[in-house]
């Protein structure tokens, strides 16, 4: 079982920038791929990014088309961390940001097993 907590939301002006940050517990980490999404109020919950861990320090990361050149995903398995930077944010990533655990590469939230409480990021124009 994997268990999930984020941090890092917060309140941002446009164009401005902030890291999220995903710390999991369990010893199985490693065999996960780990995603971001994003709800907004009012819609569905949204793919945002996910990662996958191949060995070393060497990981897949993949993303929505939207999110390409502004997000990037990392993930650091000896702290059994996975980190969202995001940059240059617009008022329309007004979300709540998830992270979720899911034991293949997927972009469908419904194949995610685990997921965190979320944190909410406001961005305002």
């Known amino acids: 079982q994997v268990q999930l907590v984020e941090s890092g939301g917060g309140l941002v002006q446009a164009g401005g920038s902030l890291r999220l940050s995903c710390a999991a517990s369990?010893?199985?980490?490693?065999?996960?791929?780990i995603g971001w999404f994003r709800q907004a109020p009012g819609k569905e919950r949204e793919f945002v990014a996910h990662?996958?861990?191949?060995?070393?320090?060497?990981?897949?990361?993949y993303y929505a088309d939207s999110m390409k050149g502004r997000f990037t995903i990392s993930r650091d398995n000896a702290k059994n961390a996975v980190y969202l930077q995001m940059n240059n944010l617009k008022p329309e990533d007004t979300a709540v940001y998830y992270c979720?655990?899911?034991?293949?590469?997927?972009?469908?939230?419904?194949?995610?097993?685990?997921w965190g409480q979320g944190t909410q990021v406001t961005v305002s124009s």
């Open positions: 979720a655990a899911a034991r293949r590469v997927t972009v469908s939230p419904g194949e995610y097993d685990y």
């Open positions: 369990g010893r199985t980490f490693s065999s996960y791929v």
């Open positions: 990662t996958r861990w191949i060995s070393g320090s060497t990981y897949y990361a």
